[in-house]
């Protein structure tokens, strides 16, 4: 069974900065691309960063470009989102996913474990 953990959300003031990492267990993912993505409260889920297989390639969205990293460690079987400057409209609950494959894509159909979301809040 696959299993996703994420951690590392909490409440921060604007401007602020968190980390949050995503642990896979039941699969080594060295060879896919991950994932995250965040819902809001009343809005549908979204795309926020990608990584490939070999952590080489990253695509962001643009509300987030510039101020988050995303990054991994295969050998930790470990995805990281690095989030700086965060800005009240950053607030969401954070998932990591697992792609089908090592090919990087924004649609979240092409993702096929989730992890359960960590909230973060940013306060004005």
């Known amino acids: 069974q696959v299993q996703l953990v994420e951690s590392g959300g909490g409440l921060v003031q604007a401007g602020g900065s968190l980390r949050l990492s995503c642990a896979v267990f039941?699969?080594?993912?060295?060879?896919?691309?991950m994932g995250w993505f965040r819902q809001a409260p009343d809005k549908e889920r979204e795309f926020v960063t990608t990584?490939?297989?070999?952590?080489?390639?990253?695509d962001y969205a643009d509300s987030v470009e510039g101020r988050f990293t995303t990054s991994r460690d295969n050998a930790k079987n470990t995805v990281y989102l690095q989030m700086n400057n965060l800005k009240p409209e950053d607030t969401a609950v954070y998932y990591c996913?697992?792609?089908?494959?090592?090919?990087?894509?924004?649609?979240?159909?092409?993702?096929?474990?989730w992890g359960q979301g960590t909230q973060v809040t940013v306060s004005s």
């Open positions: 996913a697992v792609a089908r494959t090592h090919w990087m894509r924004r649609d979240e159909s092409w993702y096929d474990y």
């Open positions: 039941g699969r080594t993912v060295s060879t896919y691309a």
């Open positions: 990584i490939s297989w070999s952590g080489d390639n990253t």
